[in-house]
C-alpha cells in the first residue's frame, strides 16, 4: 500500500508525512492517526446506496492503479483495503488480596 501511495508523489511525501507525524507527542500520535483515518475514510470511502452521500462504508477504501500494457493484455491493479474491527477492551480492575 506504501509503494501505491508514494508513485504520483515520490517518496517525498512520505518524508512530509513522518516529519510532520513526529512533531505531535508520542502519546497523541494513536489518536491523531486515528483522526487522520477516519477522515480519510469519511471523505474517500466508496459510497454505499448508489452513490449517496449520506451513507458511507465505514473503514473500507479502494486503491486503483494506473493501466500497465503488458504483452498482450492491460493489467489495472484494483486493491480494496478495509479496517479490522478492533474487539472491545474491558478495563481491568484490581484485585485485592486479604492477608491474614
Known amino acids: 500500500m506504501l509503494v501505491e501511495l508514494l508513485e504520483p508523489a515520490g517518496p517525498d511525501l512520505a518524508r512530509r508525512w513522518l516529519a510532520a507525524l513526529l512533531l505531535v507527542d ?39 492503479s494506473a493501466p500497465v500494457q503488458r504483452e498482450g493484455f492491460v493489467e489495472q491493479v484494483i486493491t480494496t483495503y478495509a479496517r479490522q474491527e478492533e474487539p472491545e477492551v474491558k478495563p481491568s480492575r484490581a484485585k485485592r488480596r486479604s492477608r491474614a
Open 26 to 64: 508520542r502519546e497523541d500520535r494513536p489518536a491523531l492517526v486515528a483522526e487522520i483515518e477516519r477522515r480519510v475514510v469519511a471523505a474517500y470511502a466508496p459510497r454505499a446506496g448508489g452513490g449517496s452521500a449520506d451513507v458511507v462504508e465505514p473503514g473500507e477504501i479502494t486503491v486503483v
